[in-house]
């Protein structure tokens, strides 16, 4: 007679016999370059190592109100907070799918009344306490297929919430530059404007004169309000940075004020960019860590698919006891007790399982796919960033060159037009070449400062060798 221990023997058999249909996960292979163009020493093909804490790497600007700013993001921003709910639930998925491989027991008591058999028309009471157990073996690794895709899919959401920080950290730091740029914009348009003002009323005194003629005063005038308008300007651009660093830090705009200050943005530190970069930290980019997960996701998505063609087998048992009362319910003469098993196939549903095969297989190269272009465009980026750093270099010394010349034309031409030399519109010619070139200066600096905040999110949040070697906790873990 089959027994309850005899069932959990024949299911250990078939756990211990069962497989897992479909591929094994490898990782798609990656062209990766040996070395970048810009700097062509010390890299390697990346591997994405994301599971490391990451290094304030925004410090590395040395700006305490930065550092409090970026500070803040973790703990308000709602885009994070979203990114976190994804990866809650991704971990939430994970548990359910687990939950496939187990029995599932319940537990029940009744009591019914109703007519006796043979026609009597007796009534008779029936009371009922059981437990119940139904499983279906893993046999061909639907259920571990499962949850290997949802494991796989956890790391990626995690990895989504990494770069989702990495991002709004990178964006606060460039929309600060942006903002002490707008300062120092503001800065030097009030110059402008004081000195404007000071060339109108000395070019209304000459035409007072009878020095120069009523064309030098409106030129002087078209001057000045040029460069209001100008500052008008900036004082819009400034706001509205303002505005999307509050929301980034998950506080309205009007919760938050930073003092202007001009002289930031030439004084603040440009990280040096080390002649090799480690090749380590481009293998932490959390953007890539997710593609390469969401492969071996969809991977195992494909064992999960082929397991529809094999049967399927279900075991369930019961046992409990019956009595007409409820006082003697627990004895033996009235334990009952049932062991079943089924098996099914489907003979023929249409294609269907083929064409979920199918589709896993294509969603399966289409993650490869993915992951690839991710690779690629972050190769991209790295080179992109570090060519932009070169070339901005040189073009910023030349613009230094060319603000320094602009201002010595400027005074050389002033004190022409004052011993009478020269018309008024060389003057303006000389004040709008040196505020041009001195714009140009402040927008090559801001170019910078991005460039270099861009660089440091393509590798990943830094390049620091001390910080690396301190990143060892998960980031889970954090």
């Known amino acids: 007679m089959i027994n309850i221990r005899s069932l959990l023997a024949f299911a250990c058999m078939l756990g211990l016999a069962a497989c897992a249909v479909g591929p094994d996960y490898k990782r798609p292979s990656v062209d990766a370059p040996a070395a970048f163009k810009e700097a062509p020493e010390g890299w390697k093909p990346a591997e994405p190592q994301d599971a490391r804490v990451r290094t304030n790497w925004w410090e590395v600007f040395a700006d305490n109100e930065l550092n ?23 971990q939430a998925l994970e ?15 009744s009591t019914t009344r109703g007519s006796s058999s043979l026609g009597t028309g007796q009534a008779v009471t029936s009371n009922q306490a059981s437990v119940s157990a139904a499983w279906e073996p893993d046999l061909w690794g639907e259920v571990r297929r499962s949850v290997e895709s949802q494991d796989a899919t956890v790391a990626a959401t995690r990895a989504d919430l990494e770069s989702t920080k990495l991002s709004l950290q990178a964006q606060v730091v460039q929309n600060y530059f942006q903002l002490r740029v707008a300062d120092s914009q503001r800065a ?12 109108l009323e000395l070019t209304r005194n000459r035409y ?38 509050a929301t980034l830090v998950g506080v309205a705009p009007t919760a938050l004020t930073i003092t202007p200050r001009p002289e930031l943005a030439q004084a603040m530190t440009l990280p040096v960019v080390p002649g090799v970069l480690p090749s380590e930290l481009l293998e932490r980019r959390p953007d890539i860590a ?18 529809a063609w094999f049967p399927v087998l279900d075991l369930s048992g019961t046992l409990g006891y019956r009595s007409t009362r409820w006082a003697d319910l627990i004895s033996a003469p009235n334990r009952l007790w049932s062991l079943g098993a089924s098996l099914a196939e ?56 060319a603000v320094r010349a ?15 030399t020269v018309s008024y519109l060389n003057v303006i010619t000389a004040q709008t070449t040196l505020l041009g070139n ?12 991005v460039a270099s905040t861009v660089l440091i999110r393509a590798l990943g949040g830094g390049w620091q060798a001390d910080s690396t070697a301190q990143a060892g906790a998960a980031i889970a873990g954090r």
């Open 406 to 420: 602009a201002r010595e034309s400027l005074d050389l031409t002033t004190n022409q037009y004052k011993a009478g």
């Open 346 to 401: 489907t003979i023929f549903d249409g294609g269907a399982r083929s064409a979920s095969v199918d589709a896993a297989v294509a969603s399966y190269d289409a993650s490869v796919a993915a992951y690839r272009q991710t690779v690629l465009s972050a190769f991209q980026e790295v080179e992109d960033n570090l060519a932009t750093l070169r070339v901005l270099a040189d073009e910023a010394n030349y613009q230094r060159e």
């Open 438 to 449: 001195q714009q140009n200066e402040l927008n090559l600096r801001s170019r910078q400062l």
């Open 95 to 109: 548990r359910q799918a687990r939950a496939g491989l187990f029995p599932t027991v319940s537990a029940g008591v």
């Open 188 to 199: 030097l348009l009030n110059e402008a404007v004081d000195a404007y003002t000071r060339s």
């Open 208 to 245: 007072t004169q009878g020095v120069v003629t009523r064309a030098d005063v409106v030129q002087a005038q078209a001057q000045l309000a040029a460069a209001q308008a100008q500052y008008t300007d900036v004082d819009i651009a400034r706001a509205l940075l303002e505005h999307a660093i």
């Open 290 to 307: 997710g593609a390469e997960r969401r492969v071996a996701s969809a991977n195992a998505q494909i064992g999960v698919a082929k397991a």
């Open 68 to 90: 409090a700013l970026v500070d803040r993001v973790a703990g308000a921003n709602q885009t994070l907070r979203v990114a976190l709910a994804n990866y809650n639930r991704a």
